[in-house]
């Protein structure tokens, strides 16, 4: 666990979360030791005539190579759920989610569960505008000397790398976001969407930092949004209207997307011939190109209410005969109310089109607000300004829209401030009756005491992030009745610490029974200062590194007078306890079926020696030959 963590860390490369993609992606170019084969990868790429080049940019950036090795260290952070929140009748059952806690660790824990599952993630990250309070802020654990030899870098850089802590530099802001857009791509689906909100300060580095992280060919647009619509006098040169939102996809996988109709949209369609097939529009059959330049598009057509020929003095048409007599045949052509109009136009359906309109980079604020109306609105819903500068629900309805059309979709926004991102889910899900998924991941930013939230009551942002949500799934409740998940589950990422760390250290496995000192899982008691025992912590974190998520269902199975926890098809041993005879226990239970599992995973710190010995050598050896993996974790 956190020992195990801890030691990895020790070793890590800054390039080591990059191999390990490439292993995975292409091991047949991995010798048994690990070297790559550079010479099997170049005569692949020769024949098939794809040539390797030098030519080229890249993004370079003092902390590069640390923001790297930040990518591949595991967070050492563990998961505390709170179990109060979490019993409450409407987020019992809640597949939303909440995390309190560093963005960088949130996004470390979600791999394990969530990797490729994220349909659409938004983030509105630190502008580093100067003064919206963005510094980086990293203890780095370790000295100038000591980056040396982790990052492979020299002493002036490192010295230089270990100087951002507590600036606000281009430099150190691209330090900050490097390893969280890396680890965010990895959550993201091959079919999913990244919206990142940004303003000048850094819209140009964000975009080459997205070229770099994606690929240049994911890149889909640089949305221009109208956040006011009044100019400020006070601005000296110019006066600032509009944001962006950059738009990345996680690959070529996204072929289209779809921006949902409005009403708007919808009332450029009539229906003044009574076409059965509904509300239509048109447009022009003639072809901007003559009839010299596109030849093949250039022919008879016949007008039939005059039964006269028609053909075009100078263009062409717009398609080919073969699609023209098609047209014909389904009665596509309208030539005017009286049926004389000199060209025809092509009839095109709403009914035709129902799956939206293709989306354009510029969102007017008459369409999805501002940011003085969203401030309103959240200063309504809170009874008071608490958050300054929040997004409109209705820009975030948008976009998800766009990036999770989809009932079962998951989306994500680990910068979650006053929680806009959740809000917006929770409507749009009101709306269509879906049944989207958010995960909010907001750090416990400690609010100044002469802020209006402060004197609310607020002492943290998530604080304001959790009430917000909570009121606005109220209000859509009230509103909408919609049979929705309304509710969310709570959880908080602690690092062990002082006394704790060093007892887990300390604890050595192999010296047997003798020193064996009792209970370890207590330590982890009450780490979020809530009560929460050791246990919970520990079987949440875990579920999450093995692939079943925060929202597990797990059950309790009893052993000769142990409690077994078990998900899926592992069995989690935690608390101390376990005896010969629980181990005798489990492997009839296995034999016969009653417990259908294949792996069990053991809190090292809670067993003694010789029953884990015990437990090993009957798990290898079942009468039924099934086999079983035993798993120790310090």
């Not at 901007?288 to 005059?306: C, D, G, H, Q, W």
């Not at 879906?434 to 998530?462: F, L």
């Not at 370890?520 to 998520?549: C, E, H, M």
Request: charged letters at 25%; one cysteine or more; glycine letters at 6%.
């Amino acid at each position: 666990m956190i020992k195990n963590i801890r030691e990895r860390n020790e070793s890590v490369k800054p390039h080591d979360f990059e191999l390990k993609k490439l292993r995975a992606a292409l091991p047949g170019y991995f010798d048994k030791n690990g070297n790559f084969k550079f010479d099997r990868l170049q005569d692949t790429l020769q024949g098939n005539d794809v040539n390797p080049t030098k030519e080229g940019y890249e993004l370079k950036f003092l902390g590069k190579s640390y923001a790297k090795y930040l990518t591949s260290t595991e967070t050492e952070t563990v998961i505390v759920p709170d179990l109060k929140h979490n019993a409450e009748p409407e987020n019992r059952d809640s597949e939303n989610l909440y995390i309190v806690g560093d963005n960088l660790d949130a996004l470390k824990h979600l791999l394990g569960s969530y990797a490729g599952k994220v349909k659409c993630i938004y983030i509105d990250p630190p502008y580093n505008t100067g003064s919206d309070g963005f510094v980086y802020n990293d203890d780095f654990g370790f000295t100038p000397s000591q980056l040396v030899n982790k990052i492979g870098i020299s002493e002036e850089e490192a010295q230089r790398v270990h100087d951002l802590q507590g600036k606000s530099s281009h430099s150190a802001w691209l330090t900050f976001m490097y390893p969280r857009l890396y680890l965010a791509k990895e959550l993201l689906s091959d079919n999913g969407v990244i919206f990142i909100s940004i303003d000048d300060n850094e819209q140009s580095n964000l975009k080459m930092l997205c070229d770099e992280i994606f690929g240049e060919q994911n890149f889909l647009a640089n949305i221009v949004w109208e956040k006011r619509f009044t100019r400020s006098n006070n601005a000296k040169l110019f006066a600032s209207v509009t944001e962006y939102i950059i738009t990345i996809r996680k690959s070529e996988s996204v072929k289209f997307l779809r921006a949902s109709r409005t009403e708007k949209s919808d009332s450029l369609y009539s229906n003044p011939d009574n076409d059965p097939r509904g509300p239509w529009t048109s447009v022009s059959y003639v072809n901007p190109a003559s009839k010299e330049e596109r030849p093949n598009l250039a022919y008879i057509i016949n007008n039939p209410f005059t039964k006269k020929d028609i053909v075009h003095p100078t263009n062409a048409w717009k398609y080919e005969l073969s699609t023209y007599q098609k047209h014909v045949n389904e009665d596509r052509l309208w030539w005017g109310t009286d049926g004389r109009n000199t060209y025809p136009r092509l009839k095109r359906f709403l009914s035709d089109v129902s799956d939206g309109m293709v989306p354009v980079n510029l969102l007017h604020y008459k369409d999805v607000g501002t940011t003085d109306k969203a401030s309103s609105n959240l200063n309504t819903l809170m009874e008071g300004k608490v958050f300054s500068f929040p997004k409109p629900v209705d820009l975030l309805r948008t976009l998800l829209n766009i990036g999770a059309p989809e009932s079962q979709d998951i989306v994500l926004d680990f910068f979650s401030g006053s929680g806009t991102t959740a809000e917006a889910v929770l409507k749009l899900n009101s709306e269509d009756n879906g049944n989207r998924k958010y995960i909010m991941v907001q750090i416990p930013e400690e609010i100044d005491s002469s802020k209006p939230a402060y004197k609310a009551g607020y002492r943290t942002i998530d604080e304001i992030g959790c009430e917000r949500i909570k009121r606005a799934a109220e209000k859509i409740k009230s509103e909408t009745n919609a049979d929705i998940d309304y509710g969310f589950r709570l959880f908080r990422l602690e690092e062990p610490y002082g006394q704790v760390l060093d007892d887990l250290e300390a604890f050595n496995p192999e010296q047997g029974d003798a020193l064996f000192s009792g209970d370890y899982v207590s330590k982890f008691d009450n780490l979020d200062q809530q009560g929460t025992p050791g246990r919970d912590t520990i079987l949440a974190t875990w579920l999450v590194q093995d692939g079943y998520g925060l929202t597990a269902d797990t059950r309790q199975v009893e052993l000769a007078g142990y409690s077994l926890d078990v998900c899926g098809d592992s069995a989690y041993i935690i608390e101390p306890g376990l005896t010969s005879d629980d181990v005798k226990s489990m492997v009839t239970m296995i034999e016969n079926g009653s417990l259908n599992i294949s792996r069990v995973v053991v809190f090292g710190y809670s067993i003694e020696f010789s029953v884990m010995h015990e437990l090993k050598k009957n798990l290898s050896v079942l009468k039924s030959g099934k086999s079983m993996t035993v798993i120790e974790r310090f």
